[in-house]
């Protein structure tokens, strides 16, 4: 037995009609697909407010109705007294101090004048100085050996003078002491000047330099010149 099929049943005639149909839906899936965008998102993004108006405010102008400010005060005009014309005035004669082109001119001559060279006072330091000062004792010495025996004697002098301070022994004072003095032109030291940690050291530096002798100038240019001559003095205590 063959089946028949329903006349109704027969969807090849809708084959155009369904061809269409899915024509149509793929276009649109096509079109949307190829119109469809995405963005990213952009997290950093920035709110900016841009203000471009600038409000102005009206501000109205008030007339106030003030008195207008006093005028200043004038001053009284004085009052001039008229005084009779009775003293007399006697006029001065102002002579010319001109003179004439027949008043003779006296020449008065002129003494020579002698003009007296001052000397300059200058101090010259003693490693420079052309003839170092002596120090007594050492004159017999030789020229070359004077500046070393000056230096030796001064060194000797301190050891010989020297007695630490008990004071700075007791409180443990120690330190270094920079004397700088001159040597005047006839020989005496002046201008101490020192440089101690403590003044106790200061005072015993000072007791020792007031002890020198007085010494035989220094010359520079063959003339007496002060001379500045420094030396340190060492306060060290010795541990038994």
């Not at 003293?87 to 020579?112: D, F, G, H, L, M």
Request: proline share 9%; net charge negative.
């Amino acid at each position: 037995m063959i089946p028949k099929k329903n006349p109704k049943a027969d969807y090849s005639r809708y084959s155009l009609i369904f061809f269409q149909l899915g024509l149509i839906i793929m276009l649109t899936i096509t079109y949307f697909s190829l119109e469809w965008r995405s963005y990213e998102r952009d997290d950093n993004f920035m709110d900016a407010l841009s203000i471009d108006k600038i409000i102005e405010e009206e501000i109205p102008i008030v007339n106030l109705n003030t008195p207008p400010p006093p005028p200043p005060p004038t001053a009284a005009p004085e009052v001039l007294k008229i005084v009779e014309n009775i003293a007399e005035v006697e006029e001065t004669v102002v002579q010319s101090t001109e003179t004439s082109q027949n008043e003779k001119v006296e020449i008065v001559s002129v003494a020579s004048v002698k003009v007296e060279e001052q000397e300059e006072e200058i101090t010259v330091p003693f490693a420079v100085i052309e003839q170092a000062p002596i120090y007594p004792g050492c004159e017999n010495a030789p020229k070359k050996e004077q500046r070393d025996c000056f230096q030796q004697k001064i060194e000797q002098h301190v050891r010989d003078n020297f007695t630490y301070p008990q004071v700075a022994l007791e409180l443990g004072i120690q330190g270094r002491v920079y004397v700088l003095f001159e040597i005047d032109k006839d020989g005496s030291v002046i201008n101490l000047k020192f440089r101690a940690p403590d003044k106790n050291l200061e005072q015993e530096a000072r007791r020792i330099i007031s002890k020198l002798p007085k010494f035989i100038p220094g010359k520079q240019r063959g003339k007496p010149v002060k001379v500045a001559f420094s030396i340190p003095i060492n306060f060290t205590i010795q541990n038994q």
